[in-house]
């Protein structure tokens, strides 16, 4: 992609309604813009990150034995007002009424529907268990959307659900998934602290949050550095500066983002929704049931809050918009222009992602904006290297550049692009 064309403009000054690092950059480097309250579009640049979120959690999911399908966004609001979470979810629910009068509910998640869907497909204990998710927008009316991505009103989720004959088939998804999270945030780059969290308005009786840690994180977090309890301060049992329940250390406290959540939910939803099988005996048994969700944008939006400096992003390689951003200075009356074309062409040919800084600008308004998009990569092409038939390299995260030949540069990259 030639910069000269992508739609996006970055800015020098931070913008005042901004709060926090990463609402902050996402502007500056022109990746969201705001429409409402807690409503944003998603710019190309950023968009080609959250895809690349989406088939790291899609390719998880699936190794984990999920089937992905696709719910409706509209839901009636019967499905909701039969398992009692009208009441419980309250004004968080969007709701509108058709041309007939009749009330539905923008989806803020989708345990009624997927739940009736499976009481009208499943039998058998033979059609157990199931794993099914979908990556698809949800709807939450927020009372005080902040932080950018971090607390929006309408958001892209992934959130599967899993149905089993019993709670040690429910034991067995939940740790397979607990597993599956942990690979997500490996692949994203990002560390996570595992808590014991409340269930709230989902309902259940167990869930776990993944938790990074960040100053400008919603919620505390208490944990042991010694036998790794962690619990959000809302369900934990002690707190900062107490012993730890496990195993008598003392507690520390931190603020933390979540960017993931995990849900044993029993069977209150099947059971109220007819959700039931026939078990080998040929009794009617409930289907005991788990949920497990990953907001696309929030996750987005942490990243950059553990990965930044005062320049800008610091993308990990697996999510960056793209890979590599070539920067050719001083064009005019010299080859740079030539050999920079050239190898524009040679890296697309290969397959390689290149943003090509091809304005007629100053080394320091090119060199600003690499560090301020974050690509992992720049490619410098000047008089200089050229006097060497090289490229010069350098990795954001990194002050060292090193001159690469020219001949070899593309062999080079893709090393660097397979980690």
């Given at each position: 992609?030639?910069?000269?064309?992508?739609?996006?403009?970055?800015q020098?000054?931070?913008?005042?309604?901004a709060?926090?690092?990463?609402?902050?950059l996402?502007?500056?480097?022109?990746?969201?813009?705001?429409?409402?309250?807690?409503v944003?579009?998603?710019l190309?640049?950023?968009?080609?990150?959250?895809?690349?979120?989406e088939?790291?959690?899609r390719?998880?999911m699936d190794?984990?034995?999920?089937q992905?399908?696709?719910?409706?966004?509209?839901?009636?609001i019967?499905?909701w007002q039969?398992t009692?979470?009208?009441?419980?979810?309250?004004?968080?629910l969007?709701?509108?009424?058709?041309?007939?009068e009749?009330?539905?509910?923008?989806?803020?998640?989708?345990?009624?529907?997927?739940?009736?869907?499976?009481?009208?497909?499943?039998?058998?204990y033979r059609?157990?268990?199931?794993?099914l998710?979908?990556?698809q927008?949800k709807?939450?009316?927020e009372?005080?959307p902040r932080?950018?991505?971090?607390?929006?009103?309408?958001?892209?989720?992934?959130d599967?659900?899993?149905?089993?004959t019993?709670?040690e088939?429910?034991?067995?998804?939940?740790?397979?998934?607990?597993t599956?999270?942990?690979n997500?945030y490996?692949?994203c780059?990002?560390?996570v602290l595992?808590?014991?969290?409340?269930?709230?308005?989902?309902?259940g009786?167990?869930s776990?949050?993944?938790?990074?840690?960040?100053?400008?994180g919603?919620d505390?977090?208490?944990y042991?550095?010694?036998c790794?309890y962690?619990?959000?301060?809302e369900?934990?049992?002690?707190?900062a500066?107490?012993?730890?329940?496990?195993c008598g250390?003392?507690?520390s406290?931190?603020?933390?983002i979540?960017?993931?959540h995990?849900f044993?939910?029993?069977t209150?939803?099947?059971?109220k929704?007819?959700a039931?099988?026939?078990?080998?005996d040929?009794?009617?048994?409930s289907?005991?049931?788990?949920?497990?969700?990953i907001?696309l944008g929030?996750?987005?939006?942490?990243?950059?809050e553990?990965?930044?400096?005062?320049?800008?992003i610091?993308w990990?390689?697996?999510?960056?918009?793209?890979?590599?951003?070539?920067?050719?200075?001083?064009?005019e009356?010299?080859?740079?222009?030539?050999?920079?074309?050239?190898?524009?062409?040679?890296?697309?040919?290969a397959g390689l992602e290149v943003?090509?800084?091809?304005r007629?600008?100053?080394?320091g308004?090119?060199?600003?904006?690499?560090?301020?998009?974050?690509?992992?990569?720049r490619?410098?092409?000047?008089?200089?290297?050229?006097?060497?038939?090289?490229?010069?390299?350098?990795?954001r995260s990194e002050r060292?550049?090193?001159l690469v030949?020219l001949?070899e540069?593309?062999?080079?990259?893709?090393?660097l692009?397979?980690?």
């Open positions: 992609m030639r910069i000269s064309k992508l739609f996006g403009k970055t020098r000054d931070v913008p005042a309604e709060d926090t690092i990463s609402h902050q996402l502007l500056r480097t022109g990746m969201i813009s705001q429409v409402a309250a807690g944003y579009s998603y190309p640049l950023a968009l080609r990150a959250l895809k690349k979120i088939n790291i959690i390719d998880e190794k984990a034995g999920g992905e399908l696709m719910l409706p966004v509209l839901q009636p019967e499905l039969r009692g979470r009208d009441q419980s979810f309250g004004k968080g969007f709701t509108l009424s058709d041309r007939r009749r009330k539905l509910v923008m989806g803020p998640t989708h345990e009624e529907v997927i739940t009736d869907l499976v009481s009208r497909n499943v039998r058998s059609d157990l268990p199931l794993l998710y979908q990556i927008t709807f939450r009316d009372p005080r932080a950018g991505l971090l607390r929006v009103r309408e958001f892209t989720m992934k599967l659900y899993s149905f089993d019993d709670e088939g429910l034991a067995r998804n939940y740790q397979k998934m607990t599956a999270y942990q997500i490996s692949r780059g990002l560390p595992q808590v014991e969290a409340d269930s709230g308005a989902i309902g009786k167990d776990h949050e993944f938790m990074v840690i960040a100053e400008s919603e505390e977090i208490i042991c550095d010694s790794k962690a619990a959000n301060v369900k934990a049992r002690t707190r500066g107490e012993a730890c329940p496990g250390s003392s507690l406290s931190r603020r933390g979540e960017v993931g995990i044993k939910l029993g209150f939803l099947s059971e929704l007819g039931f099988f026939i078990d080998p040929g009794v009617s048994r289907i005991t049931m788990g949920c497990y969700g907001g929030r996750l987005l939006a942490a990243v950059i553990n990965s930044y400096d005062d320049k800008g610091i990990p390689v697996s999510i960056a918009p793209y890979h590599f951003y070539l920067c050719p200075l001083y064009r009356g010299s080859r740079v222009s030539e050999v920079a074309e050239s190898l524009y062409s040679e890296l697309k040919a943003l090509f800084d091809d007629e600008e100053s080394p308004v090119k060199f600003n904006d690499a560090d301020l998009l974050g690509i992992p990569f490619l410098t092409i000047s008089p200089r290297t050229l006097e060497k038939n090289s490229v010069e390299l350098k990795r060292e550049t090193e030949p001949d540069i593309t062999e080079r990259l893709e090393v692009t397979r980690g």
